[in-house]
């Protein structure tokens, strides 16, 4: 595989658009282009520069998931390989997961498979209102086992059981409602529906963005006890006095 099955664009805002680039193929996905993403992810986690990052696929579909020929490598490799296989796409969806800067899943068409996880791990999902998705894994005597804290933790444990052992196909609406979608526009209005979204959140003191990411990752499995209050009380003091937090502010007290 090379570079151009995953295309890279930091546009003038800070926005890193990753598209996945096998549209004859519906964008699935094999080993190498979850090392791809994994490179590309940790690289832009260190890039002051990159504000937000934008996950997509080209053509009429986000991702349809594995790869055919990437099934037939894991039917003929042994367990050992096999869980060193696994082991690397668990590493894309925690990678994605835990990403720094705000990302944003921009679906269209079919988001199957391990295409799911990629969406539950976004902060943010816009699909198009004709977007379908499916946990199909069961389906071919598999189970999405790494993609699964991710789905879970975006549409709740019971909506995880339904999907996960049915393997029904979601369409938007209902994708919408479970969560797993915050927005759905027409098909013909996603890139700029995408592009209005991002300016929304670069409109914000990145900074505090920033912050507030990282606090959500931190509570989120976290209970709920003295130990939690200490830290965000801190983390939130420690914002206040900071100099951005200072400035924002004061700016927004002038405007009062």
Not at 97 to 118: C, E, I, K, S
Request: glycine share 6%; aromatic share 4%; hydrophobic share 45%.
């Amino acid at each position: 595989m090379t570079e151009d099955f995953l295309l890279q664009e930091l546009d003038e805002r800070g926005v890193l658009h990753l598209t996945i680039n096998r549209p004859d193929k519906r964008n699935a996905f094999d080993d190498a282009l979850i090392e791809e993403l994994i490179v590309e992810l940790k690289e832009a986690a260190e890039t002051p520069e990159v504000k937000i990052v934008q996950l997509g696929g080209a053509g009429n579909h986000f991702s349809a998931g594995a790869d055919l020929g990437w099934m037939q490598r894991m039917i003929d490799n042994d367990y050992a390989d096999n869980v060193t296989d696994a082991r690397r796409l668990a590493e894309l969806m925690n990678t994605l997961y835990h990403m720094p800067q705000p990302t944003l899943a921009v679906v269209q068409g079919a988001a199957f498979g391990g295409a799911v996880g990629l969406v539950s791990c976004c902060d943010m999902v816009l699909a198009a209102d004709d977007a379908r998705f499916c946990l199909s894994e069961v389906k071919v005597g598999l189970m999405p086992a790494t993609i699964l804290p991710y789905v879970t933790r975006a549409i709740g444990e019971r909506q995880a059981r339904r999907y996960c052992l049915s393997a029904e196909v979601i369409e938007a609406e209902q994708a919408l409602t479970l969560g797993l979608v915050h927005k759905l526009v027409p098909a013909l209005q996603l890139e700029a529906a995408a592009s209005n979204w991002a300016d929304v959140v670069l409109s914000n003191r990145h900074p505090a963005v920033l912050q507030a990411k990282d606090l959500i990752l931190s509570i989120s499995d976290h209970a709920i006890d003295d130990e939690l209050l200490d830290e965000i009380s801190e983390r939130i003091a420690t914002v206040r006095v900071s100099e951005d937090g200072q400035a924002g502010l004061k700016q927004f007290l002038k405007k009062q």
